[in-house]
């Protein structure tokens, strides 16, 4: 098949859904909306930020003088642990059921303007043990069945507050995107004898197109059914369930990856990226899930530009997930980025 040229639909086999590439339309004019740059001018304090060390918070909760990472209970949560169990339903098309949870924020670091890609191995490794802490905390209250991490940066992904932070929303059920990925990597398991996530590390090593980045531990690259221009998963070359099963190596190379992936992303455009990243691995619903290999996806807004961003909108919203920048060339563009950040040049 010619790829690069003509229409063409990919499979995700994580989802068990298609994706429309239309690599032809990189071609066409762009008259629509322009973002502003993101700020890069930030003091390394912030009297007015409610994430930096000893501010009051909303709701009138104080930070602690904190000089690392600093994890704390959501002052606004979408999810709470005192909801009485209810349920309705109205001919089985009126339905609704109560949701318990718990939700946390996590400070990666009392610096108000630093982000992962200008933060040290030093500094990124605590995060990586604070996840794997909340994780193990979290996945054993006996109600909570999934807990998901991710971080959201840059205002266009609707980051509320500049200050590095990410978050962690524990759910009494699996998630909808988690429990498709369980139940796929379940099948795959059941009919190939084999993990879907090792046998795709696998193969996109033996292709070489569409990884960006690797280390002894760790893959970054392009997936074949990526949806966002210059979305990522980074992949464990182990068969890991979850992220408390790494190794002090690992996690050493897990911050390493991160960094350099997030150094790619800043330089690709030269301005401080935005994406939504978020690490999926496996329930904590007490079965062993061995089919599990967890995984972190980036999906990044960014499409031509610093200023210029894809819209999920029209025929994406109405039928199906479409792109236009194929991921080989998304993955060849990412490559090219230097490792040393813009800033610091």
Request: some cysteine; charged content about 20%; proline content about 7%.
């Amino acid at each position: 098949m010619n790829l690069s040229d003509f229409p063409h639909r990919r499979y995700n086999p994580l989802i068990d859904e298609w994706i429309l590439i239309s690599p032809h339309r990189t071609k066409r004019p762009w008259q629509g909306k322009v973002e502003k740059t993101a700020e890069t001018d930030m003091p390394e304090y912030d009297k007015g930020c409610y994430l930096c060390p000893g501010n009051t918070r909303a709701g009138s909760a104080q930070n602690p003088p904190y000089s690392g990472t600093f994890v704390f209970v959501n002052d606004y949560g979408a999810l709470h642990g005192d909801v009485p169990a209810e349920s309705m339903s109205k001919g089985n098309l009126i339905v609704a059921k109560s949701e318990r949870g718990v939700c946390k924020v996590i400070c990666f670091s009392p610096m108000h303007n630093l982000t992962f890609a200008l933060m040290t191995l030093d500094q990124i490794t605590p995060v990586i043990n604070v996840w794997i802490e909340q994780f193990k905390e979290l996945g054993a209250i006996e109600y909570i069945n999934y807990v998901q991490i991710f971080e959201n940066r840059g205002s266009i992904m609707g980051c509320s507050n500049m200050h590095p932070h990410g978050q962690i929303w524990a759910n009494e059920t699996v998630p909808v995107i988690p429990e498709k990925e369980t139940l796929q990597q379940k099948k795959w398991m059941e009919k190939n004898k084999t993990c879907l996530l090792c046998d795709y590390v696998a193969m996109e090593q033996k292709m070489q197109e569409r990884i960006v980045l690797e280390n002894n531990s760790f893959i970054a690259v392009v997936p074949f059914w990526a949806v966002w221009p210059f979305e990522i998963l980074i992949l464990p070359k182990q068969h890991l369930s979850d992220i408390t099963m790494l190794s002090a190596e690992n996690k050493v190379d897990c911050a390493d990856i991160m960094h350099r992936m997030s150094v790619k992303y800043d330089n690709l455009f030269e301005t401080s990226f935005p994406y939504s990243m978020g690490i999926h691995q496996k329930p904590t619903d007490g079965q062993r899930h061995e089919e599990w290999h967890f995984h972190i996806h980036y999906f990044p807004p960014l499409l031509r530009s610093a200023t210029v961003k894809k819209f999920m909108v029209g025929y994406e919203m109405l039928a199906m997930p479409q792109r236009d920048i194929t991921p080989e060339d998304s993955a060849r563009r990412l490559r090219e980025c230097g490792d040393i950040h813009f800033s610091q040049k």
